[in-house]
Nanobody, 125 residues
């Protein structure tokens, strides 16, 4: 079993920045793809960014050029640096993990077996 704990959310003005962290424990972190998803009230959970076990990264079109995902295997932690934040980025942000041999799209939430509890990001206009 892998445990994931997000932190770093908060309230920020439009144009500001936040850095989310996802601390993992319980399994060998370097063997897992990591993903960030978000869910706004009344909307479905959506993919934001992902980084594979081999450090290949990918983004949704809505955050490309503004968000940066990274990982530090020595610290068992994944990060999401969010710049130029917009009010539409307001959501509960979740960290997720899937094993390196999992099949299926890395941008689909159903491909991930482990989830954190979420951290709230609120962007004011």
């Amino acid at each position: 079993q892998m445990q994931l704990v997000e932190s770093g959310g908060g309230l920020v003005q439009a144009g500001g920045s936040l850095r989310l962290s996802c601390a993992a424990s319980g399994r060998t972190f370097s063997d897992y793809d990591m993903g960030w998803f978000r869910q706004a009230p009344g909307k479905e959970r959506e993919f934001v960014a992902g980084i594979s076990w081999s450090a290949y990264y990918y983004y949704s079109d809505s955050v490309k050029g503004r968000f940066t995902i990274s990982r530090d295997n020595a610290k068992n932690t994944a990060y999401l640096q969010m710049n130029s934040l917009k009010p539409e980025d307001t959501a509960l942000y979740y960290c997720a993990a899937r094993g390196r041999y999992e099949v299926g799209s890395r941008t689909r939430s159903t491909s991930y077996g482990y989830w954190g509890q979420g951290t709230q990001v609120t962007v004011s206009s």
